[in-house]
């Protein structure tokens, strides 16, 4: 089945501290990976997707498809960047995303 | 503002009534989507239409009832619904299936 896993409900850092929100997928064919982020009180919205292999907001994401993840990381937190944060999976030829639970990143001053 | 915008930000209904959710995108996009987002669980795809014709229909209850009379516009029709149907409703458009979901606000539904 098509399945993505955050294994973390909540990541507290401190502001200039590097940061990894962990994403695993579960599928067997060729996926297309997305982070959704959604600050408070703001409607979710798209951080980042692998197939543009950009850095949005400091914030970057590799898929590794040995491992079937999608982390995200950022070398330096700011406090800003608290937000609640949603993995996402796209499979062949559909309009269907798969939503990770999410992981809450709370940065600390 | 543009954008995807849901009505009514809240709503409150008994088991017995019947209300709409209504959703409405400004950005020329083709595709809709209705999810539910309910507490400790992700968010869940509910119905997708593209260029109004439905595409997928993630076995949901025919309690929900989808309607998408053009690409504008979509709505979703509530009756005779459960406690466990509380939750949080969320509309997406996307210009295609591979392009990025824009999503609404939401509506906050509580079932008494």
């Known amino acids: 089945a098509q399945r993505v896993t955050q294994p973390e409900k909540l990541l507290s850092v401190f502001k200039g501290a590097p940061v990894e929100l962990k994403c695993n997928y579960s599928y067997s064919g060729s996926p297309e990976l997305f982070w959704y982020v959604q600050y408070s009180r703001q409607r979710l919205q798209l951080l980042l997707r692998?197939?543009s292999r950009e850095s949005i907001k400091g914030f970057t994401a590799d898929l590794n498809k040995g491992e079937t993840s999608f982390h995200l990381k950022k070398p330096f937190a700011q406090e800003e960047d608290s937000a609640m944060y949603y993995c996402a999976l796209r499979t062949d030829s559909s309009y269907k995303l798969i939503f990770g639970s999410g992981t809450r990143l709370l940065v600390r001053p | 503002e543009t954008g995807v915008t849901q009505t009514p930000r809240h709503l409150v209904m008994g088991m017995t009534n019947k209300k709409s959710l209504k959703c409405e995108q400004h950005l020329g996009h083709n595709a809709m989507y209705w999810y539910k987002q309910s507490a400790k669980k992700p968010l869940e795809l509910m119905f997708v239409?593209?260029?109004?014709?439905?595409?997928e229909n993630n076995s949901v209850p025919s309690r929900f009832s989808p309607e998408c009379p053009n690409s504008s516009h979509l709505f979703l029709h509530l009756h005779t619904l459960q406690p466990e149907d509380s939750a949080l409703y969320l509309c997406a458009s996307s210009q295609g299936g591979g392009q990025p979901q824009h999503f609404g606000d939401g509506t906050r539904l509580s079932i008494l």
């Open positions: 692998h197939i």
């Open positions: 239409y593209n260029f109004k014709e439905q595409t």
